[in-house]
C-alpha cells in the first residue's frame, strides 16, 4: 500500500504486518527466522521472546492510542483520515498487526486488541505543537496508568538518557542515522 505525501511517498508492506501478527503474537514467543536477529544481541545478551513481545505490544499500543485520527465505517472495513498522511499511516499499519483502532469518545478509547475489544479510559490528552514537537495521552487501563508519546526522534531521544533502562535506544539512534544518510 502506498500513500503519497507531496514529493515523497510512505510505503507500507502490510503484508509484512500480517505476519509480524501472526508470528510475533503467539504464545510459544517463537520468532520466524527473519526476526531472529533482532532479539539476539541487545545490551550483550539474548532477550527472551516474551520480553521483546511486551516492548512490540507497548509499541503497537502506542501507535493504536496517541493520534487525531477518526475511525469511520468504510467499503471493506474502518477508514481512518486524519490531518497528517503519516499519523494516518501509522495508525493503518498498527491495525494491520492487529491493533486497530476503533473509536474515540471525550474519554474512552475502543481497540481491538489481536481479536479482543478493550477499552481505555484517556485521562489526558497534550497536542502536537511545533514548540513540543511530540503528542502524548494518559491513558488509564484495568486500574494501570501509563503515557504514551510521539514525536520527533531527536525530542523522543532526549527523555530517552538513561541507556540502562532503554535497551533499544543506542539501536534506535544507530538506525535513524542510517535513515537520515539515505535521505
Known amino acids: 500500500t502506498k500513500r503519497k505525501k507531496g514529493a515523497s511517498q510512505i510505503m507500507w508492506n502490510f503484508d509484512a504486518c500480517k ?18 536477529e533482532f532479539g539476539s544481541n541487545i545490551l550483550g545478551q539474548r532477550m527472551s521472546m516474551k520480553l521483546q513481545r511486551d516492548y512490540l505490544k507497548e509499541f503497537w499500543l502506542c501507535l493504536a492510542l496517541c493520534h487525531d485520527v477518526i475511525a469511520s465505517p468504510g467499503e471493506g472495513g474502518l477508514k481512518y ?4 498522511p503519516d499519523e494516518v499511516t501509522l495508525v ?11 473509536n474515540r469518545t471525550h474519554n474512552t478509547m475502543q481497540l481491538e486488541i489481536l ?18 514537537k511530540r503528542m502524548s495521552v494518559v491513558i488509564k487501563q484495568n486500574g494501570l496508568l501509563k503515557l504514551y508519546c510521539k514525536g520527533a526522534d531527536n525530542i523522543i531521544l532526549e527523555r530517552c538518557e538513561d541507556i540502562r533502562s532503554q535497551p533499544f535506544r543506542r539501536a534506535t539512534k544507530r538506525d535513524l542515522t542510517k535513515f537520515a544518510k539515505q535521505g
Request: aromatic share 14%.
Open 92 to 102: 493503518d499499519a498498527a491495525k494491520e498487526v492487529g491493533f486497530a483502532f476503533l
Open 19 to 36: 505476519v509480524i501478527r501472526r508470528e510475533l503474537f503467539t504464545e510459544d514467543y517463537s520468532l520466524p527466522n527473519i526476526y531472529k
Open 115 to 132: 481479536g479482543e475489544e478493550q477499552s481505555f479510559e484517556l485521562l489526558q490528552k497534550i497536542d502536537f505543537t511545533s514548540e513540543r
Open 81 to 84: 483520515q486524519g490531518t497528517s
